[in-house]
């Protein structure tokens, strides 16, 4: 038996080795569940790891400096290096890939090269940012694996820095990190001495960070890989408020609670499966009250996410909840946001200092709808386009990098941020399309409708009799109002989809949904039942000819009011007209891209907040886009609806034609220009007037004025 005072110490000594292994794990377990001496190739000659040279670090080998905090690109970078060259694009070497054992033997890392390492090198090697030649070289990165720190022997791995033929106090060097620090400090930027090396870190707070050198980048999740979420529209979720977390500090635990009772089945309250054996499997799963719940899928029923600082600031929980489209609620007092250097964080998450914390519920819920989709969407979009997969980070630092060194060439802050939304594969410009479109494919008919079913259901069935039509799309935009029983419509030849929407806005009729399949597409109203068949085909005829243009049948006019100096709206018959509502008209699918995504300015919502003026801005655009004229066809010019009384529509409202002249003059403004073209004809059908049977006629049924 020890005696009292020894079992005592001995007692003690067990606890903090205890204790000391359970930091090191969670810092080690929050990375990546793996950690594997990989065999893939990646460098040019495509040796393996296992074939790479051994290399002893005497131990008198010389240390790097610490790290420079005072670094900037013009003290500890040499741009001279990178040279003038036609393509703007600096070129990058990678160091053959060597192992670095002490004088016994021992190597510098207890992991070798990581996975994620290998997938970096390999990504930046395929870029066209490598190059074998080590004199072309502006940027030096080694094939030393730094990115956890929790597996580098801190003095051998500078001495192996330090050994590099290039390194040069480590100018123009860049080393990834994402994993800094170490128990029980947990410091925020690498421990291994660097000297001026640029650093690549997941972790920075605003105490390390060296603004404009360093480049903060996200803690890479393997879930990314691993698990396929697939993209979720915008919108309200089950969940307002959603913590994931399983390691946060017991006061933030205590609070988040406390907002729980307070808020009830709003917030949900995650935490570790105490009942589930540990393992990869755990790693996916989360609990609330013995419930348990898939992660990451989870993520994807909450508007906003939880990400708190954890024993580091930098937290892949962060990429998790941005692959589920989830806004995240960022609170880690200091953290430098992944790539904030060049992306704007305000427009996809939210940033609460932790003290703010019990007021987060009132803070989020001050957020308006619109907006918060708008957060979702592009918190999406982020993880896309810089989270995704170590390529996707290593390209964008190396992006960053290089718009530094050629700032004249850099991105834009709109190429940056502004996801690329149109889908340019599977719509193609109709300024290039063929001469004449085939007529096979038809068109898809799009009917804007609120709460005239009768009407509705009229204009459904003369639509379908059109030879041409393909597809019939109902917009539905009442929110208040379920559409009818699918027994009672109309029965059609071609597909009947109803679309519901999440808000009232006349922008939704030119929404570009998946489910219009074809090239054209006829926008109408509910109560344009007067068209006939023969009027709607031969619509479609003209379009086939000009699927750049307009091809319409209510003709309107803009003209310049000399004694107001503005711009006004002129629906009377004239001999000229410089638009054609969308309430009946032909146009291609390509706008419905353009009119959501691309509308200049502020036209679009304005066009939603005063229910107006949508078919005039597609005028609008359309026009500036091809500088041409809309087309009319047919001679009718009525085409108010008899049945409808001025309460059932919109353009009856005197107050509505005031603003269609406000409307011009706004767009006008915004544009810069008055894009809008004057013609003085229509398209007519050739025989339409000739004293010729009718039966011969290919559109007999044109209808009267």
Not at 266 to 279: I, Y
Not at 300 to 329: H, M
Request: hydrophobic share 40%; aromatic share 12%; proline share 7%.
């Amino acid at each position: 038996f020890l005696p009292k005072n020894t079992r005592l110490v001995h007692d003690f000594v067990v606890i903090f080795s205890v204790v000391l292994l359970g930091l090191i794990a969670t810092g080690m377990f929050q990375f990546w569940p793996h950690s594997i001496e990989s065999s893939a190739e990646w460098s040019l000659d495509r040796r393996s790891v296992h074939d790479a040279p051994l290399v002893r670090i005497p131990m008198s080998s010389p240390i790097p400096e610490r790290g420079d905090l005072s670094c900037r690109m013009h003290t500890c970078f040499d741009v001279y290096r990178c040279g003038y060259n036609p393509k703007n694009k600096i070129k990058v070497y990678i160091y053959p890939l060597q192992r670095f054992v002490d004088e016994v033997g021992v190597p510098i890392s207890s992991t070798g090269l990581s996975r994620e390492y290998n997938d970096l090198l390999s990504a930046i090697s395929d870029s066209d940012f490598y190059t074998d030649d080590v004199s072309r070289a502006c940027l030096f990165i080694p094939s030393i694996d730094v990115l956890n720190q929790n597996s580098l022997r801190i003095r051998e791995t500078a001495q192996a820095l330090a050994m590099l033929p290039r390194w040069d106090k480590g100018m123009n060097h860049l080393l990834f990190n994402m994993l800094p620090g170490g128990p029980p400090d947990y410091n925020t930027a690498l421990d291994v001495p660097r000297d001026r090396a640029l650093l690549a870190g997941g972790g920075f707070s605003t105490w390390t960070y060296r603004q404009g050198y360093d480049i903060s980048i996200p803690v890479y999740s393997p879930l990314s890989a691993e698990v396929d979420l697939p993209e979720r529209q915008p919108g309200p979720r089950r969940y307002f408020i959603l913590s994931s977390q399983t390691a946060i500090h017991r006061e933030y635990r205590v609070e988040l609670e406390r907002l729980k009772e307070e808020n009830g089945e709003a917030l949900l309250l995650l935490d570790k499966c105490s009942n589930l054996s540990q393992g990869l499997a755990s790693v996916r799963k989360r609990c609330y009250k013995g419930q348990v719940y898939d992660y990451p899928q989870i993520l994807q029923e909450s508007s906003f996410c939880v990400v708190l600082r954890g024993a580091r600031l930098g937290q892949a929980t962060l990429s998790d909840v941005l692959q589920a489209g989830c806004v995240p609620v960022i609170m880690a007092d200091s953290y430098i946001l992944p790539f904030s250097e060049v992306l704007d964080w305000k427009r996809a998450s939210v940033v609460i200092p932790e003290e703010k914390l019990p007021e987060m519920y009132t803070i989020l819920k001050s957020i308006p709808h619109r907006q918060v989709e708008e957060m979702q969407r592009q918190a999406r979009w982020f993880w896309e386009a810089y989270f995704s997969s170590m390529k996707d980070i290593g390209m964008t630092t190396l992006q960053i990098i290089n718009d530094r060194i050629y700032p004249y060439a850099a991105r834009t802050y709109e190429e940056w941020n502004n996801p690329p939304v149109v889908k340019w594969t599977s719509v193609n410009s109709p300024l290039f399309l063929p001469l004449i479109p085939p007529r096979s494919p038809g068109f898809t008919a799009v009917v804007l409708t609120y709460d005239r079913i009768e009407s509705l259901f009229r204009v459904i069935t003369e639509i379908s009799k059109v030879p041409s039509l393909a597809k019939l799309l109902v917009v539905w935009n009442n929110q208040n109002k379920s559409p009818p029983e699918e027994s009672l419509w109309p029965k059609v030849a071609v597909p009947l989809k109803v679309l519901r929407t999440k808000e009232n806005k006349l922008s939704n009729r030119f929404f570009p949904f998946d489910e219009i399949e074809t090239e054209a597409v006829l926008a109408i109203d509910d109560d344009i039942i007067m068209l006939t068949s023969d009027e709607l085909q031969f619509g479609y005829e003209v379009w086939r000819e000009f699927p750049d243009r307009l091809v319409g049948y209510p003709g309107r006019l803009h003209l310049w009011d000399h004694e107001m100096g503005k711009w006004k709206y002129e629906s009377e018959w004239t001999n000229e007209v410089s638009m054609v509502l969308t309430g009946a008209a032909f146009y291609h699918k390509y706008f419905n891209y353009l009119y959501t995504y691309k509308m200049p300015g502020d036209i679009k919502n304005w066009v939603d907040a005063h229910m107006n003026c949508e078919d005039i801005a597609m005028n609008f655009l359309v026009a500036n886009i091809t500088g041409k004229a809309p087309i009319k066809v047919t001679p009718r010019k009525k085409f108010k609806c008899p049945e409808c009384t001025a309460i059932d529509g919109l353009s009856l409202d005197q107050t509505h034609m005031v603003e269609r002249s406000e409307c011009i003059n706004k767009f006008a403004s915004v544009f810069g220009t008055m894009p809008l073209k004057v013609v003085e004809h229509r398209a007519d059908p050739v025989l339409y007037k000739d004293d010729f049977p009718e039966k011969l006629k290919s559109f007999p049924n044109i209808g009267s004025l």
